[in-house]
């Protein structure tokens, strides 16, 4: 039973505008989530996180929002870029030596 | 700046082979993993090292083993590969037990055929 799950596979959206990637998860203990980015034959690279006492981080162009009594986490990108261009993956924590990782969404920026 | 290291990038195995996926951190962290990833599916935990001299099963363990060589070096190992190892397999390594921030390296596409 998929515990993260990102349901849309793809995203395509103009440069200048934003990018929002979802993530919704089922286990309400988990307590940390992030978000890595993936270009092709590299691997994941971390992007942004957020621990569970917050509802939103924001690092430059990026921003996480963490929604608990729904279980929705999500990523902004504002904005877009073509650079910006890669598979994303939401990646949850509870603590322990794990992350559960979603399926990723292909994001692509058109110039 | 080398991070996160694995060899061989990839590989093509006939089913019954063996092989070890070899991986080396060069940034002094505690804890190193193996996940893979398959097609649909999110990046799955096969083993993991908390710190050097221990290992634990992850999710999807079976069919694989693991050595903590030294504090840079966790290999991965096939004793008999079968085609649902098909996958491409990554190694990560984070500074203690609980960092969320994990470093990757760019992985290995292993067929079996």
């Known amino acids: 039973d998929q515990q993260v799950k990102q349901n849309s596979p793809s995203l395509s959206v103009q440069e200048g505008r934003i990018s929002i990637l979802n993530c919704d998860y089922t286990?309400?203990?988990?307590?940390?989530f992030l978000w890595y980015k993936k270009y092709p034959a590299e691997g994941p690279t971390f992007l942004i996180s957020?621990?569970?006492?917050?509802d939103k981080n924001e690092d430059g162009r990026f921003t996480v929002f963490l929604n608990k009594s729904a279980k929705h986490l999500s990523l902004h990108i504002v904005p877009s870029q073509p650079g910006d261009s890669a598979v994303y993956f939401c990646?949850?924590?509870?603590?322990?030596?794990?992350?559960?990782f979603g399926t990723g969404t292909r994001l692509t920026v058109i110039p | 700046n080398a991070g996160v290291t694995q060899t061989p990038k990839f590989q093509v195995l006939k089913t019954g082979q063996s092989m070890t996926l070899q991986c080396a951190q060069d940034?002094?962290?505690?804890?190193m993993y193996w996940y893979r990833q398959d097609p649909g599916m999110g990046l799955r935990l096969i083993y993991y090292?908390?710190?050097?001299?221990?290992?634990d099963k992850g999710e999807v363990p079976n069919g694989y083993n693991v050595s903590r060589l030294n504090k840079r070096e966790f290999s991965l190992r096939l004793e008999s590969a079968a085609p649902s190892q098909t996958s491409v397999y990554f190694c990560a390594s984070s500074s203690r037990k609980g960092s969320y921030g994990y470093t990757f390296g760019s992985g290995t596409r292993l067929t079996v055929v």
């Open positions: 957020i621990s569970s006492i917050k």
């Open positions: 940034m002094n962290h505690n804890s």
């Open positions: 090292s908390a710190s050097e001299g221990t290992t």
């Open positions: 286990n309400s203990m988990f307590d940390y």
């Open positions: 990646a949850l924590n509870t603590g322990a030596n794990n992350l559960f």
